[in-house]
């Protein structure tokens, strides 16, 4: 039986916000509840956007949180070579194409999806033949084809999930057409090749789920388990950001402990009854998903006040 192994997936792109703390921390807790291992992968496919700088931030907070990996992945900008392999092997399957298609002239063409405002792909690049692809002149973005079928799972927090993958996902990109492998095609390759058997992360993320279970089963995984935890927003539910300054946890930490912003955190997001400080491994022990909050927590103007009570 294989070790129960989660994994903390920060991108370093700024410094990290109450709400990359809260997240990090369930699956720290995840993972640590089971006696399993912990992976800290750098997901630094924008190259322009993260820097090693942030990235050192990042471990560094980590370690001031208490959230200590058992390995460092190799980040993924150093990765591009064993994700073209997989792109390639899913090609040569017959479900690779590539598009031409930007995202202006495909917002411009369609409406969203009712339901959460996602842009589903219309296949316009999915039947071109090959005189109509040699005549394109900029380079493509490569797309898996999905078929009619509906993937199912059950989410640690919010239950019965579903999703078609035609209808409410349509074929999405794999390859970015700079040459950027996208996230989906990413964390796929690092979950498996890392034997990651849980996924605990914001709940923004929880539509990616299905695709991902699907393209693992192609690459030949096992899927993680799922575990999608709510978001944590700013006053007025604004979502955080790490152009944030005032959450910005390099300046939080000039003034609170890390066991205070923990318990805040946890009390906050349903884990223990009243805030207090608590340490990491304390919450390890004590930790139940099914005490979560499925609603997003308003931090409020009053927060970070609390944090100094």
Not at 86 to 107: E, H, I, Q, Y
Not at 146 to 172: I, K, Q, W
Request: proline share 6%; glycine share 10%; hydrophobic share 35%.
């Amino acid at each position: 039986m294989s070790t129960p192994t989660g994994r903390l997936a920060p991108s370093p792109s700024g410094r990290m916000h109450p709400g990359n703390v809260f997240a990090f921390l369930m699956a720290w807790l995840s993972a640590r509840s089971k006696n399993g291992a912990v992976i800290l992968r750098i997901e630094d496919l924008d190259t322009v956007r993260c820097t090693e700088e942030f990235a050192e931030l990042i471990r560094s907070d980590l370690k001031w949180l208490g959230l200590e990996w058992d390995i460092e992945a190799e980040p993924q900008r150093y990765r591009g070579a064993v994700y073209q392999e997989k792109l390639d092997r899913l090609a040569d399957m017959g479900l690779v194409f590539p598009c031409w298609c930007t995202r202006g002239s495909l917002n411009a063409a369609r409406a969203p999806h009712a339901s959460d405002g996602h842009w589903i792909y219309p296949g316009t690049c999915r039947g071109l033949t090959a005189a109509q692809r040699a005549e394109k002149r900029t380079p493509p973005s490569y797309r898996l084809r999905v078929p009619d079928m509906t993937v199912s799972f059950v989410d640690g927090v919010y239950g019965e999930r579903s999703e078609n993958l035609a209808r409410e996902c349509g074929d999405f990109v794999l390859k970015k057409a700079d040459g950027t492998f996208a996230y989906q095609l990413a964390v796929v390759v690092d979950d498996i090749e890392g034997g990651v058997t849980e996924v605990v992360r914001g709940c923004d993320l929880l539509g990616s789920a299905p695709r991902q279970i699907y393209l693992t089963k192609l690459l030949g995984g096992t899927p993680p388990e799922y575990m999608h935890v709510p978001m944590l927003l700013g006053p007025g539910g604004r979502k955080l950001s790490k152009r944030d300054l005032d959450l910005d946890l390099g300046e939080l930490r000039k003034v609170i402990c890390p066991e205070r912003m923990i318990g805040e955190l946890a009390f906050r997001g349903g884990l223990i009854d009243r805030s207090e400080p608590v340490s990491a491994k304390e919450l390890a022990a004590e930790f139940r998903p099914e005490k979560l909050s499925k609603n997003d927590v308003e931090l409020g103007r009053d927060f970070c006040g609390c944090l100094l009570d």
